[in-house]
T-cell receptor
Framework: AQKVTQAQTEISVVEKEDVTLDCVYETRDTTYYLFWYKQPPSGELVFLIRRNSFDEQNEISGRYSWNFQKSTSSFNFTITASQVVDSAVYFCALRTSGGSYIPTFGRGTSLIVHP | GEEVAQTPKHLVRGEGQKAKLYCAPIKGHSYVFWYQQVLKNEFKFLISFQNENVFDETGMPKERFSAKCLPNSPCSLEIQATKLEDSAVYFC????????????FGAGSRLTVL
């Protein structure tokens, strides 16, 4: 069985604050893929990043960074110097061979950035 | 095209009526997935296709939901005798294969059952 837990339901910050969104996953497979998607108020899903289980290097893309730690089964997402446009619901997802590669999503974290 | 096209954007049905949603995957993508999202919460997997064949339907409430992906036609998701709890946004996504590739999502179809 595979599972993704995003324990933070909602986070509220003021613009320019740094914020970290947590994602903890469960799988027995050794090969798996982790994803983050952003769902802004307009409703569409925007792909942010994919990580495979063999690559634990952290990644930075502008103000976004991701910390993948297999030891704690976590794939956390940090936004540095948050902006109002970052306000959205963020979803973490997992694909594994044992799950027929059907993506399993967490329940999402709603991020509200106040001006 | 390079986007997943879902129609209609919004559909309103009275309880008990039929609802049909459509999805045109990205050309060349072999896999299609349908998800249901209620109130911007979790994405519930419904069904996936590999070309026109059902790949996984473990999430489908089979008594009222059905789906097809036929050659040279958009995929469809049909709900017979809609219920209030079917009100949700239905997302379609496509992927080149079943493995690591990123799913590209459509903009969703909002179904409101009154």
């Amino acid at each position: 069985a595979q599972k993704v837990t995003q324990a933070q339901t909602e986070i509220s910050v003021v613009e320019k604050e740094d914020v970290t969104l947590d994602c903890v996953y469960e799988t027995r497979d050794t090969t798996y893929y982790l994803f983050w998607y952003k769902q802004p108020p307009s409703g569409e899903l925007v792909f942010l990043i994919r990580r495979n289980s063999f690559d634990e290097q952290n990644e930075i893309s502008g103000r976004y960074s991701w910390n993948f730690q297999k030891s704690t089964s976590s794939f956390n997402f940090t936004i540095t110097a948050s902006q109002v446009v970052d306000s959205a619901v963020y979803f973490c997802a997992l694909r594994t061979s044992g799950g027929s590669y059907i993506p399993t999503f967490g329940r999402g974290t709603s991020l509200i950035v106040h001006p | 095209g390079e986007e997943v096209a879902q129609t209609p954007k919004h559909l309103v049905r009275g309880e008990g009526q039929k609802a049909k949603l459509y999805c045109a995957p990205i050309k060349g993508h072999s896999y299609v997935f349908w998800y249901q999202q209620v109130l911007k919460n979790e994405f519930k997997f419904l069904i996936s296709f590999q070309n026109e064949n059902v790949f996984d339907e473990t999430g489908m409430p089979k008594e009222r939901f059905s789906a097809k992906c036929l050659p040279n036609s958009p995929c469809s998701l049909e709900i017979q005798a809609t219920k209030l709890e079917d009100s949700a946004v239905y997302f379609c996504a496509s992927s080149p294969n079943s493995g690591a590739n990123v799913l590209t999502f459509g903009a969703g179809s909002r179904l409101t059952v009154l």
